[in-house]
C-alpha cells in the first residue's frame, strides 16, 4: 500500500470517535453502537494514540472535545458521509442510472431526430451527463474507432466493420433556395432546371457516400453542378443560402421552421438521399450494459424514442417560403 495511505487507525474507530462527539457522553454512545463501554473507550484511546493527539477531555462530570477532537469532527462527518452514499452510487453506476455518454451528432440529426431522444434521456435519466459533440461522419467514425466517443449519429457510406449500427431517418432531399430567386416560385421544380444556380454543398470528406449520392443525381438529371462554395458546419450552408450565394439540399425535416430569406422546396425527379444512423462499437447488448451501463440506457432511450419518432419521406408540398 503506497505510504499515504498507510494509516494506524481503521474507520471503525471514525465512527465509534463520531458517535462520542455527537452525544459527548461514553454510555450513550456505546449504546447506539451496541457495543460495551470498556470496548469503545478502548477504541477511542487507540484512535488518540494513533493520531498523537487527546480528542476529548473526560471529567466525572462531562466529556468534552478538544480543539483537535473539534477539527477531527469538521473533517469526519464528510467522509462517513460520501462513504455512506458510496454502495447506493455504485448501484446507480452498475444500474445505468448514473455516468456520462460522449455523443457525436451531425446537423441533421439535430435538426431532426435528436432534441426528442435527448429530451425523453433527460427525464428518465436526470442523473447520467451528456457530452455532445458536433462532426462530420468522417470524423465520428475516427472517434468511435479511437473510443473518444460512445456513440455518434453519423450519414453512412456503407457497412461499418465494428460498428451496430441503428437507422434513423431516410429521406429524399429537396432544395433551399433564396427566396427571391426566380426558381423560388416554380410550379415544380426539378435539378435539371437548376443548371445555372450555385451550389453550396460541402468538403466530400466530411461524408463520401452523401456527396456522391448529389453528384450521382446531377448525373441522372443531365446537368454538371456549379460549386459555389464547400463549407461545414450545416448552419454555414444554409447561412450563404440566405446571403444569396447559391442553392444547398436539405431533408423536408429540416425544413421547418426556416430563417428568413430562403425558400425550401421538393424536388421531381433525381434527387440525392440523406441516411442518419445511430452507431456504436459492435458488442451484444449484454456486452454494452456490463461496460457502460450509461450507453446502454442511452441507446434503449434513442433507438425507442425514434421508433415513436415520423421519419417517413414527406410528400411533394407547396413552397415553403419563410
Known sequence: ???????????????????????????????????????????????????????????????????????????????????????????????????????????????????????????????????????????????????????????????????????????????????DYPLAGAKELRLKDMAEVPWVLFPRTHNPGFYDRVLAAFSKAGIAPRIAEEVWPRANAVGLVRAGLGATFMCPSEAQPLPSGVTFRQLAGPAPESRLVLGWRAASDAKVAEENPALSSFLAVATGETARTETRPISAAPPVRA
Not at 111 to 136: C, D, M, Q, W
Not at 162 to 174: A, I, P, Q, Y
Request: proline fraction near 6%.
Open 1 to 179: 500500500m503506497p505510504r499515504e495511505y498507510q494509516f494506524d487507525f481503521e474507520l471503525r474507530h471514525l465512527v465509534y470517535f463520531r458517535e462520542v462527539a455527537k452525544t459527548l457522553h461514553f454510555r450513550r454512545a456505546a449504546e447506539a453502537l451496541a457495543v460495551a463501554q470498556p470496548a469503545l473507550s478502548r477504541q477511542i484511546a487507540q484512535l488518540e494514540a494513533a493520531l498523537g493527539v487527546a480528542l476529548f477531555t473526560r471529567s466525572r462530570r462531562k466529556v468534552e472535545l478538544t480543539p483537535a477532537g473539534a477539527a477531527l469532527v469538521a473533517r469526519v462527518e464528510p467522509l462517513l458521509h460520501g462513504l455512506a452514499a458510496v454502495p447506493g452510487e455504485l448501484r446507480a453506476l452498475t444500474e445505468g442510472q448514473t455516468g456520462q455518454v460522449r455523443v457525436g451528432f451531425t446537423g441533421l440529426a439535430m435538426a431532426t431526430v435528436l432534441p426528442g431522444i435527448l429530451r425523453e434521456f433527460h427525464r428518465s435519466y436526470p442523473k447520467i451527463r451528456l457530452e455532445l459533440n458536433e462532426s462530420p461522419t468522417s470524423a465520428q467514425l475516427a472517434a468511435l474507432a479511437a473510443g473518444e466517443i460512445a456513440c455518434g449519429f453519423f450519414h453512412p457510406d456503407a457497412t461499418t466493420p465494428g460498428l451496430r449500427t441503428r437507422e434513423l431517418l431516410r429521406e429524399k432531399n429537396g432544395v433551399l433556395l433564396p427566396a
